[in-house]
Each structure stands twice: as structure tokens, then as C-alpha cells.
């Protein structure tokens, strides 16, 4: 069996990353992945294969928002995940960033406006795996646990604080109307309700090399 090119799912806890996983699965009744309300559920680096599938998926442990998790647990998980990409960064044709829409507003007022000294971690997140020239798709999930106005009041709010750190934040539709090559991606998502799957698998499949391509 040809090796299959690697998708990154990586985020904070409970941000919904192995339900998504479970949903790009041909298979997913045989995907083994812990998934729950509780943050912190999947703990270990999971690749997840499936012989229908083209690619493989990495599901990386989160951190952050951990319940009584002590600092130096937090700081091994997160050390976990920069040695990872860093030892597999060239294994991975895309990433997916995933974001709970329902932390935005909390996480970039405690650590910027709070604390200007510090960098969000999903900021911090994006622009780590920028750093490896991975092409990046943002995942803001749990979109049908809010109305339409709160929505785009918070992602307008995620995307001008994005600015702030050099982040061009863009709705995937303009980016593909425009193809601005240096702004990225993000696509408003509900895994529940599987808003917007069939936009993220079109991009996943823009991707994929074409080798790997049914």
C-alpha cells in the first residue's frame, strides 16, 4: 500500500476535533476516537486510517481549557505537539485549525486585551504551523449553538484581532473568488449539524496531491 499524505486536525480542547475526524471518515462507525463534552478527552496522537480514505488523518491531543489539569501537564502536551509537527511537518499537505466559536471572545480578551504580553493560543497555533509553510484551512466550529448576529459579531472580532498579530483571516468563499494567496482561509462549521462538510471536503480534496486522488 502507497504512503498516504498526512491531514492535520489540531486545536484547543474540547474545540470538537475527533468529531470532525469522525466526519471525514468513509467509515466512521469504526473510528475508535473518544469524543465528549469533557475537554482534554484525547489524549494521545492519533492517526487514524481507513482503506476508502485517501489520506490519513492526525488527530493532535488539545490543551488549554483542561479542567484540573496541573500547569506541567498542560505545558507536556503542548511540548508533545511542537516536537510532532516539527518532526513531521513535511508529512502533511494541509492543516486544520479548529476553533470553538464560543471561546473566541473569552481567549482573546484574557490574553490580549488582559495581558498584551502574551499571544492567544489559537493565534499562537496558526502561526506555528505557518512557520512550516503548511497550507492552512481555520475551522470555527459549533456555529449552530449561536444566532446569525452573534456569529458574525464574533468572527468579525476574531478576524481584526487576527490582524493584530499579522494574521489575514478571509471567508473561504472570497478566498476562492479572489485567491489571495497570502490571507487564510477560514470557514464557518458545525460538526452536530454538518454545516458546511461538503465545502470542507472540496477544500481538503484541493489539496490532497493528485497522486492520491480517486
Same mark, same amino acid.
Given at each position: 500500500?502507497?504512503?498516504?499524505?498526512?491531514?492535520?486536525?489540531?486545536?484547543?480542547?474540547?474545540?470538537?476535533?475527533?468529531?470532525?475526524? +469522525?466526519?471525514?471518515?468513509?467509515?466512521?462507525?469504526?473510528?475508535?476516537?473518544?469524543?465528549?463534552? #469533557?475537554?482534554?478527552? *484525547?489524549?494521545?496522537?492519533?492517526?487514524?486510517?481507513?482503506?476508502?480514505?485517501?489520506? %490519513?488523518?492526525?488527530?493532535?491531543?488539545?490543551?488549554?481549557?483542561? +479542567?484540573?489539569?496541573?500547569?506541567? +501537564?498542560?505545558?507536556?502536551? !503542548?511540548?508533545?505537539?511542537? *516536537?510532532?509537527?516539527?518532526?513531521?511537518?513535511?508529512?502533511?499537505?494541509?492543516?486544520?485549525?479548529?476553533?470553538?466559536?464560543? +471561546?473566541?471572545?473569552?481567549?482573546?480578551? !484574557?490574553?490580549?486585551? %488582559?495581558?498584551? *504580553?502574551?499571544?492567544?493560543?489559537?493565534?499562537?497555533?496558526?502561526?506555528?504551523?505557518?512557520?512550516?509553510?503548511?497550507?492552512?484551512?481555520?475551522?470555527?466550529?459549533?456555529? #449552530?449553538?449561536?444566532?446569525?448576529?452573534?456569529? !458574525?459579531?464574533?468572527?468579525?472580532?476574531?478576524?481584526?484581532?487576527?490582524?493584530?498579530?499579522?494574521? #489575514?483571516?478571509?471567508?473561504?468563499?472570497?478566498?476562492?473568488?479572489?485567491?489571495?494567496?497570502?490571507?487564510?482561509?477560514?470557514? #464557518?462549521?458545525?460538526?452536530?449539524?454538518?454545516?458546511?462538510?461538503?465545502?470542507?471536503?472540496?477544500?481538503?480534496?484541493?489539496?490532497?496531491? %493528485? %497522486?492520491?486522488?480517486?
Amino acid at each position: 500500500m502507497k504512503e498516504k499524505p498526512s491531514l492535520l486536525i489540531i486545536g484547543n480542547s474540547n474545540v470538537g476535533k475527533s468529531s470532525i475526524t +469522525r466526519l471525514l471518515l468513509p467509515q466512521p462507525s469504526k473510528y475508535k476516537g473518544k469524543t465528549g463534552k #469533557d475537554p482534554g478527552s *484525547t489524549l494521545l496522537i492519533k492517526q487514524v486510517m481507513q482503506a476508502q480514505l485517501p489520506y %490519513k488523518v492526525i488527530d493532535l491531543p488539545g490543551f488549554g481549557y483542561i +479542567r484540573h489539569s496541573s500547569h506541567r +501537564r498542560r505545558e507536556h502536551i !503542548k511540548q508533545q505537539i511542537v *516536537t510532532h509537527i516539527e518532526k513531521h511537518h513535511f508529512n502533511y499537505f494541509l492543516a486544520l485549525v479548529v476553533i470553538n466559536i464560543l +471561546r473566541i471572545e473569552d481567549e482573546i480578551t !484574557k490574553y490580549y486585551i %488582559k495581558s498584551q *504580553t502574551t499571544i492567544p493560543l489559537s493565534f499562537e497555533l496558526i502561526k506555528f504551523i505557518q512557520e512550516f509553510n503548511i497550507p492552512l484551512l481555520i475551522i470555527i466550529n459549533k456555529i #449552530d449553538k449561536i444566532s446569525n448576529i452573534d456569529k !458574525k459579531r464574533i468572527i468579525t472580532f476574531f478576524i481584526e484581532n487576527a490582524k493584530y498579530y499579522g494574521i #489575514d483571516v478571509i471567508n473561504i468563499d472570497d478566498y476562492y473568488n479572489n485567491q489571495y494567496e497570502t490571507k487564510i482561509p477560514y470557514l #464557518d462549521f458545525s460538526a452536530l449539524k454538518k454545516t458546511n462538510l461538503g465545502k470542507l471536503n472540496h477544500f481538503i480534496n484541493l489539496y490532497l496531491p %493528485k %497522486k492520491n486522488k480517486s
